[in-house]
């Protein structure tokens, strides 16, 4: 547990990268095992996941500035205000979830890179062809 701003910056870095660890060996699970689950799914989740823990990491610091000075000052122990803001962070993510589930954001990205195809060639290319045109533009 630090105390101080260095302390709160060393516990937020730790906790950013056991989340990100995290996710990716959740995500890299549900790859090897989930039947209809592609490298857009994991990819686009991944991504996800490290865009909810931004959100939720700058809107903690914001909120946590005011709860810890407001909780210190009026003489409440470090550990109480630890497990505040651990419990403001967990709601913070817990609503980005929500919101997520809610409004589709994730699935329509991945709908959009799964529907999304590169147009095909006039004529596909051949090996042969190479030679084919060299005849043209030599005398060999």
């Known amino acids: 547990m630090g105390v101080g701003t260095q302390g709160m910056g060393a516990v937020s870095a ?4 056991f989340a ?9 699970v549900e790859l090897i095992f989930k039947e209809e689950y592609t490298l857009v799914d994991f990819f686009v989740n991944v991504t996800m996941d490290m865009a909810k823990l931004a959100v939720a990491t700058q809107v903690t ?13 009026a003489g409440v122990s ?11 962070g967990a709601l913070i993510a817990y609503a980005l979830y929500k919101l997520d589930d809610e409004y589709g954001i994730s699935e ?15 004529t596909p290319y051949h090996p042969d062809q ?3 045109l060299l005849g043209r533009y030599s005398r060999g």
């Open 108 to 122: 329509a990205i991945i709908k959009a890179l799964k529907s999304h195809r590169p147009p095909k060639p006039e």
């Open 20 to 28: 990100i660890v995290f996710s990716l060996a959740y995500r890299v």
């Open 78 to 88: 470090v550990i109480a205000v630890a497990v505040g803001v651990f419990v403001v």
């Open 14 to 17: 730790g906790a950013t990268r």
């Open 130 to 132: 190479f030679f084919t």
């Open 61 to 73: 610091t914001l909120v946590t500035g005011s709860i810890v000075t407001g909780a210190l000052a």
